[in-house]
Each structure stands twice: as C-alpha cells, then as structure tokens.
C-alpha cells in the first residue's frame, strides 16, 4: 500500500467522497433515522446522515435525542448491523422448473452491485472480519457472502460517543478503527469548525481520497484532537466485562444456578441474534408452486433460540430456554475461540438494548463470575 | 409435458367462525386458477353452491366447536376427510368466542336473546383438535394467504410445510423492522407470537396483537412485566392475552394471572 498521510476533510470534501463512490458504480450505504432509529440505507447526500441526532441506550430501551451540535456521526450503533447487506436475511439459492425438456436447476446470479459502507464503527469491523473468518476462511467458502464482500469499499468513523449499552473496549474492538476499512474518518467539530481527519488503510482508499476537493494535510494539532475524541469514547463505555478469562470462565461453569434464573427472564424471541453482527447461522427452506413446475431453495437467518434450530429425529436437542441461552452465550463468548480463534463478541451493545426484556450480557457474565460455585 | 396427477379433492368446513379464513382463500385472486387446476374444490360453501357428497384428500377446516350439532357434525367431516387441516385462530385454539370461557354462556344469552330458550349452545368454545385428531394447525387471525397457499402446495408435493413456529420478532428483523417496543415503547406481543403475518403489525408501527396464538415454548411472564414497566394495568394486561387466541392455553394462563 502507498502510505498516505492523514488529511483532513471538510463536509463539502465528504459530500465529494460519496459522489466519488457512487461515479466508481457503488451503491452507498450509511446511517440514516427511519421509525425513530438510525438504520444503515441508501445515503443520496450528507443530507441524509442523522445529523444533530443522537440515542439513548439502555437494557431494553432506545431513543432518539438531539444533540447540542450539529454532528453526522455522533450516535451509537443502531438496530441493525452491515450483515443485511453482506449476509442477507432472506437468499433465494437456486430455483428450479420443470418443462416439456425435464428439469432445469437455474443458479441464482450473483449481485451486480458493490457496496460502499459509510459510518462502520470499530465494533462493526471487527464483526465483519469476524463473518469473513466464518465465510470465507474456512474450508468451504460461501459464494453469496464472497461476491457482496470482496468489492465494498468501507469508511470507517472512529465514534466520538458510546452508546449506553456499548463495551467494545472490554472486548478490545474499538472505539478506534484499527484495520479493515479503506478509510477511517474522525469527526472534529468545533466552535466554527467541521472537518474529518481521515486516514486510508487501503490502495482504494488512498486512490479516492487523492482526488477529493476540500482536502488539506492534517496538522499535529488534528491529529492529537482526534487522538483525544477516541480517548474520551473509550473513557465513557455504558457497560464493562472481564472478557480475558471468558473461555474458561463460562465452560466451567456449565451447571451455574445463573443460566435458571436468566431462563425465567429470557423470551427465547431470537431478538439478539438477529442483531448480532457477527450471529451468521441459517436455516434452508424448500417452496414449490401449487402446478408443481417450479421449486426453489431459500436459506434465512435463525436463531438458536428457535426449537427448530436444534430439532433432529425424535425432538428439539436444547427444548429448555436455560438451555437455548447458555448455548448462544457460551458460543459466542467462549466455544467460539475453538472455532474461529477469536471472540464471537465485539462488544457492540446491540444484543442488550433490543432484547424486549434487557437481559445484559455483561451483567450475565459478571453474576457468574460474582458467585461461582467452589 | 408435465405428467397429468390425479387432482386432490378438497373442502372446506365453516363452524362457528366469522369467514375471514374463508375470505384469505378467495383472495388468493393470482392462485385461485393455479389452485382449481392442481385441487378439486369440491365444497366449499363460501366460494360454491357444492354439496357434501363422499370423501376429500384434503378438508381445511374454520371455525370452532361451540354447539352440540357442530361437535358431532366435525366428526361426520373427519371421517370423510384423509388429511385434516384447521385454519385460524378460531379452530386452532378457540376464537374471540372463547372469551366465552371466562364467562357465564347462559348469563350472555339472557342479554343478547329476546327468547334464549331457543339457543342451544355450549358452556365454552373449543377448537377442533379438542374433538378429532388434526394433521396440521395453519395460525391466525385470519389465516395469512401465502401461508394458506403453502400449506396447499406442500401437501401436493407431499413436503413439511414452512411455517415457522418462532416469534413475530424473527419476522421483523427479516424484515429491517424497528422493534415497535425497544424504540417507541409500544406495547407488543410479538415476543410470545407465532409466526406468520409477516409481522405485520409491527409494520405499520403498532404492536403485535397475538392474532397468530402463542409461538413455541412462550414465556410470557417477563413480557408481562416489561409491558407493566411500559405502564400497562393489569386490566388490560388480563385483555392483551384475552382476544382471537384467549383459549390457547399459554395466553390463558397468562390472562388469569392478571386482571382487577
């Protein structure tokens, strides 16, 4: 990669950036509020960034609240993840018909489209490389997820406010964008100023930036405010958990009294996966037209908090809710180092504030710490 | 050239219900000549002037059990019927008339009734699968169309429906939705809901009514709580577990742990 000094931009020059994107033939893709939430969609101009918005996070509860300034980026992550556009919820595999010739399986085309990511937060990166781990990296690559990814182009923006119920710092995933995005924005808002520092981590990410407008080098002084912005997000995380032991700590506590009462709160709604980032299980499901001609293959998110996500011969393997929670938890922080050599978690908060009834991860996993059987 | 099958004979059976599951078939407009094609309708009172001769393939039946007559004629219907299917919240688990249930029949005849002697029914509503085995149970308030098609097009193909039993929450995140409850603080039943409407509701930013019954496994106590939090009494508490789906035993239980 060439290496690029940070430069600074200012709102014109991040306008200039998504034009750049969508004449490069990306469909760009950022936050934007609809049904009073700021949701990841189609971005025509800044204009349709949530700016001056903020939320309000807690266990079960989001909300929408202005903000003193006029930020673009200064919220949390919202309700839903990049994995809609990356890892859609519902895929249609293949169909196939039936004619006067016999039958004939008709593949799915791939997209022809190329996502440009606006806003990914340091959390969110990691998720996506988390799914790429799980897509693409093992022995059997999926072809759906690889043609949606291998051509976005991500802007990362390093948060300048965490979200009540966001502990990426104890999951070491943010709040500073690190790798994994071709560039990474910082936004600095002053008294009479509005700029992004920017850096690019890729090849594509330096090429663009070259030709942006409203582009100047940035100063020592940008670099330590925006060194300073970051500190000050890490310094203000809604929630904390111990995450260095959590392996050991959950599968040694498999018989914990905790995994009863959480099953008494516990709706088994599959809420927290379905927001999870890096939650990428499926299930594949079968149509076929009433004159019999036409079939076709869909696969669709699930949950392992469905009855159907464990059913084999003779029944459901996990049919309690103690169960089905203490699955989900114990793979996504701890069985999920056997299986992809890292966390299953990145500390994004979302699985807390959409679950309907609060349940808290992090809470969770400090009561068994708190009180482990000896 | 498609090989000619022998065309299923189907029927559907009215009790006591308000013909809306009877009226999602008929609005299957783009599959109604698919589906003449691949099924003989051969009685269905809503749709045809048919009688009830013989033996059918496939019978759907609406409707719950609330009269002596109807708990004998569902027996006459599942003798003639190779494959049972109940569609709605009234034969799966009762209906709005279940509310009947919590109450005094002969009380409500005397009110509604110039003549009540004439009026001979049950002390409760029940639904189907409380008299006579049932194959398969198609969920809601009414049935969803696309869900009735299915139901259809798998027993042709001799496959397993897919109608999922899960919530009403697993159909809005499919869908982008934002949670009605989480962002607005809507009330909503979609967490103890099965499945189905495609959350519609939750669509058209109101909370899920339950029309669908209880989804598997619900534990609606919790819900309950958080839905008291939101600053729900515990009259209405009783009524958001008390409509189309009363009787079904999961929002029957609930319903009685609250009230004035």
Known sequence: METAQPTVLTTEGL????????????????????DQAIIYDDIASITDLPQGWTDTQEGGSYRLARREND??????????SWKKFLHPPVLRL????????????????????????????ACDLHAIAIQDKVFLQSTQVDPHYRARREDAFIVAVNCAVAGGTCFCVSMNTGPKAEAGFDLALTEMLGE????????????????????????????????????????????????EMRSDDMHELLLRNLSHSRWDEVAKRCLTCGN?????????????????????????????????FTMDFS???????????????????????????????????????????????????????????????? | MVAARHRPRLAVWKFASCDGCQLSLLDCEDELLAMAAAVEIAYFPEATRGTIVGRYDISLVEGSIT???????IRDVRQRSRVLVTIGACATSGGIQALRNFADVQEYASVVYARPEFINTLASSTPIADHVPVDFELRGCPINKRQALEVISAYLATRQPVTPSHSVCIECKLKGNVCVMVAHGTPCLGPVTHAGCGALCPSYDRGCYGCYGPKETPNAPPLSQRLAELGMDECTLQRVYRSFNANAEPFREESERHGP
């Open chain 1, 15 to 34: 306008e200039g950036l998504l034009g750049a994107l969508r004449r490069r033939g990306y469909r760009v893709v950022g936050p934007t509020i609809r």
């Open chain 1, 71 to 80: 930020a673009l980026f200064g919220y949390a992550v919202g309700p839903h």
């Open chain 1, 94 to 121: 293949w169909r196939a018909e039936r004619d006067a010739g016999g039958r004939r399986i008709v593949p799915e085309p791939d997209p022809d489209e190329r996502f440009a990511f606006i806003g990914v937060r």
């Open chain 1, 192 to 239: 009479e100023e509005h700029r992004f520092l920017v850096e690019a981590g890729t090849d594509a990410g330096c090429a663009i930036l070259a030709e942006l407008p409203h582009n100047s080098p940035a100063t020592t002084d940008d670099l330590c405010a925006a060194t300073a912005i970051v500190a000050r997000t890490a310094g203000s995380m809604g929630r």
């Open chain 1, 272 to 304: 927290c996966t379905m927001v999870c980032p890096t939650c990428f299980c499926t299930s594949v499901e079968e149509s076929s037209d009433l004159a019999g001609v036409e079939t076709s293959r869909s696969r669709r998110w699930d949950s392992c």
């Open chain 1, 311 to 374: 059913y084999i011969h003779g029944g459901s393997v996990r049919s309690t809710v103690r169960s089905r929670y203490r699955q989900w938890m114990t793979h996504k922080l701890a069985t999920w180092f056997d299986q992809f050599g890292t966390s299953g978690c990145v500390g994004c908060g979302r699985c807390i504030t959409w679950c309907p009834v609060g349940i808290d991860i992090t809470e969770e996993v400090n009561a068994i710490r708190e009180i482990e059987p000896q």
């Open chain 2, 67 to 73: 009269t002596p007559h109807d708990a004998q004629r």
